[in-house]
């Protein structure tokens, strides 16, 4: 089965930066479509960032010229980087890819804004 591990989560200050890493056990090349939530205690999961295997990136609305996906098939990673971050983005980042009909979830990694 296909198992992934996000890295690179942290605890930062408002407006500080951090850059996730998703690495994944099979070939991120192979699947159709990569994608970024984050889930905070008791609040449903939502959508961050995505990439297809096509190059083509979504971003959600709050995180527009602050956040940047993108992959790296040398390595085998699936990055985002994310600046100016705020409080109200404090959560459990996780890495999602989708293969077909499958879909694959990392563990998460916490990411903590705070003063």
């Known amino acids: 089965q296909v198992q992934l591990v996000e890295s690179g989560g942290g605890s930062v200050q408002p407006g500080g930066s951090l850059r996730l890493s998703c690495a994944a056990s099979?070939?991120?090349?192979?699947?159709?479509?990569v994608a970024w939530y984050r889930q905070a205690p008791e609040k449903q999961r939502e959508s961050v960032a995505s990439i297809t295997s096509g190059g083509l990136i979504n971003y959600a609305q709050s995180v527009k010229g602050r956040f940047t996906i993108s992959r790296d098939n040398a390595q085998n990673m699936v990055n985002l980087q994310m600046n100016s971050l705020k409080p109200e983005e404090t959560a459990v980042y996780y890495c999602n890819m989708r293969q077909n009909v499958a879909s694959y979830w990392g563990q998460g990694t916490q990411v903590t804004v705070s003063s």
């Open positions: 099979g070939r991120i090349s192979s699947f159709n479509f």
